[in-house]
């Protein structure tokens, strides 16, 4: 009797050691997993993420694009230097993204303001951006970082 209840004693000891063990191979193997993936994607700027000014030009040149093609939206740059526009927003994203870059135009509220924009025209135009940023591969959780970055100017640009 005294011999079986020691056996068992064993047993048990014998379990509970084999899943400690188990436990202590799992949380070490997470552990390395979570750390190579952090060696090997350190944190990165949304400019970088995105692939830097050669991106951002094609986003701003898909952009203008859309504009042009969208009638609501043309009607505000019809006497607009687009070029000026191109480079100026080139410089602005780059900046606001994290990028290596000087904005060079002028602040949003000023340049914005008699322009009597619209929150409709406000969220045409992030339409326009989004199918530009789709139409240059973004990935639609990057855009998303993107338009985190932008969204909160509305005010600098809305009824002014
Ligand atoms: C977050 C959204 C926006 C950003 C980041 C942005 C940014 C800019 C930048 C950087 C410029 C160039 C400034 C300069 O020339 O010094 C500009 C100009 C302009 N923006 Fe925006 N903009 C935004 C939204 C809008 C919206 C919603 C409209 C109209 C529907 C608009 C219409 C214009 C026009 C017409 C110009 C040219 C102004 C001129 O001819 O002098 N923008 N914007």
Do not use: W
């Amino acid at each position: 009797m005294i011999n079986k209840v020691f056996i068992y004693q064993q047993l048990a000891t014998y379990g509970e050691r084999n899943f400690m063990m188990k436990m202590i191979k799992y949380l070490t193997l997470t552990l390395i997993l979570l750390l190579t993936s952090c060696a090997s994607q350190p944190d990165q700027t949304i400019y970088q993420q995105l692939g830097g000014k050669e991106k951002i030009t094609e986003i701003v040149q898909n952009f203008i694009y859309e504009i042009e093609f969208n009638e609501t939206i043309f009607e505000y740059f019809k006497d607009s230097d687009i070029q000026r526009f191109h480079d100026k927003l080139i410089e602005h994203i780059c900046v606001h993204t994290g990028g290596p870059c000087e904005y060079t135009g002028d602040p949003m509220d000023k340049v914005h303001t008699g322009m009597h924009i619209s929150e409709a025209d406000f969220n045409l135009t992030v339409d326009l951006l989004i199918d530009a940023m789709t139409k240059a591969d973004v990935p639609h959780p990057l855009q998303n970082k993107v338009l985190a970055i932008f969204a909160p100017m509305r005010g600098e640009m809305i009824y002014r």
